[in-house]
């Protein structure tokens, strides 16, 4: 590939999701017997610290080489790698930035790694299959939302652990869910949201949190709540070539969503710029935070906090919904040691990896019977993780969305998003932004 294409690649920008990582330090191609593989959740990195030894171990002519970036860095640094012609072998890929890679032949086909591609939760190893049927990454782990809270207040507030697990949600008047956001947020006099009085411009606690708008993709943010409509983000999935967000559905769901901060439930998105929304509900700020399995660790260390989960709320049509993520491995196109690389992808996919990951309590492997070594690992840490796995038993998640152009479509909907939650556009601004977007596939 021409340096120019590739210099194309690193101007199409990137999205960002509420993903945890740390600093670390930086590689390249490894070489001939040395495979560099990165990866950006810090909280991972011991358990595939530990794979890479016993990869070494049974291949001693290979030697693994982990780097650990923070998200941001970690995306930037990889696709200048790859225009200097000097990224890593093997590297931790996301379904929202794989289609570009693709359309820039970034990625090597998979399609001879020998791997039961039937050990996987359902759905997963198909999105990583390119238009061209070619598969381009392996699945490592899996990932669902869920509502993380705070107990002592759900209790202070009169509500249980019964009802948390039992919320509904409607558009319209944003059913039990809403009655408990309210019930939760507090003002600076110690009146409730829902009490006559109360001061919606000096909120102390919030009953919901806020991280972001979600772009387009909203996985953490509003993804739980419109995925009970009935909408679905594309036509297809994968590969569709049109988005829905001039949907009725979908813009009925951001207005209530969006008119919490209106009624002083969730913060200002302007407040949020450069604040940690985990953080905030460590710091007793908010009372609900909506986030991601990948999350469970953040949360459950915070001190002084007694941490509650409860499953996502039933919506409009009777069930409950999450986005269903999975991260996969994949090799790049400019590897120094393509059998080596080829190694160490199939040595990650298997259960030999995967059980060890799903041992550290931190994320769900890909395969299920390692998911459940990551189910007991998080019960002995007392930690009830079924609001997100029975998503998977019970069948309520939607996949995430995949189109080429996801760079550009994140890059007309992060503003467009943004201008609804802080006011100054209505919602149904968002129909002109989907005209832009689907204008990309015309």
């Known amino acids: 590939m021409k340096k120019k294409a590739l210099g194309a690649m690193a101007l199409a ?7 945890t990582g740390c600093g670390g330090g930086a590689g390249g191609g490894g070489g001939e017997g040395v495979i560099d593989y990165w990866l950006w959740d810090a909280n991972q990195l011991p358990g595939y610290r530990q794979c890479a030894e016993d990869f070494n171990e049974a291949n001693p002519d290979l030697t693994v080489r982990i780097t650990q970036l923070g998200w941001d860095d970690y995306w930037s640094k ?8 000097n990224a890593p072998d ?15 032949d970034q990625l090597v086909p998979l399609d001879d790694v020998d791997l039961d591609f039937g050990q996987y939760a359902e759905g997963l190893a198909d999105l990583w299959v390119g238009q061209d049927g070619s598969r381009y990454g392996v699945p490592k782990d899996w990932d669902t939302i869920a509502l993380f809270y705070n107990r002592e207040m759900v209790e202070e507030a009169g509500l249980s652990d019964e009802e948390m697990a039992e919320l509904t949600w409607n558009p319209d008047d944003g059913g039990t869910l809403e009655k408990a956001i309210a019930r939760l947020t507090v003002d600076r006099n110690g009146v409730r949201g829902d009490e006559p009085g109360f001061d919606k411009d000096h909120v102390e606690v919030y009953g919901l949190g806020l991280t972001a708008s979600g772009a387009g993709m909203g996985q953490t943010e509003w993804s739980w709540l419109t995925g009970t409509t009935g909408w679905t983000h594309t036509n297809e999935n994968p590969w569709g070539d049109r988005y829905n967000y001039d949907d009725e559905r979908f813009q009925s769901a951001i207005a209530w969503w969006s008119g919490l901060i209106d009624k002083g439930y969730m913060p200002r998105l302007e407040t949020t710029v450069g604040a940690s929304m985990p953080d905030n509900f460590g710091a007793g700020r908010a009372a609900i935070n909506a986030n991601g399995s990948w999350m469970i660790g953040q949360y459950a260390g915070y001190d002084g906090i007694d941490l509650g989960i409860a499953p996502t709320p039933i919506g409009p049509e009777g069930h409950r919904a999450s986005m269903f993520n999975g991260l996969a491995d994949s090799i790049w196109v400019g590897t120094d040691d393509l059998e080596g690389s080829r190694k160490w992808v199939e040595y990650l996919g298997s259960p030999a990896c995967q059980d060890v990951v799903g041992a550290q309590g931190v994320v769900f492997p890909a395969i299920l019977s390692s998911t ?3 189910v007991a690992a998080f019960e002995e840490r007392g930690i009830d993780v079924s609001a997100f796995t029975d998503h ?3 069948g309520t ?4 969305p995949i189109t080429s152009g996801a760079a550009q479509v994140e890059g007309i909907m992060k503003p467009a998003m943004d201008a609804v939650l802080t006011g100054q556009a209505d919602v149904s601004s968002l129909t002109q932004a989907n005209e832009r977007v689907n204008a990309l596939f015309e």
């Open 397 to 400: 998640t939607f996949l995430f």
């Open 90 to 104: 093997v590297f931790t890929n996301h379904l929202s930035k794989y289609p570009d890679y693709l359309r820039f």
């Open 372 to 374: 459940e070594k990551a």
């Open 13 to 19: 920008g990137t999205t960002t999701l509420a993903l």
């Open 78 to 85: 990889v696709t200048n790698g790859m225009v200097a012609e």
């Open 392 to 394: 998977v038993s019970e």
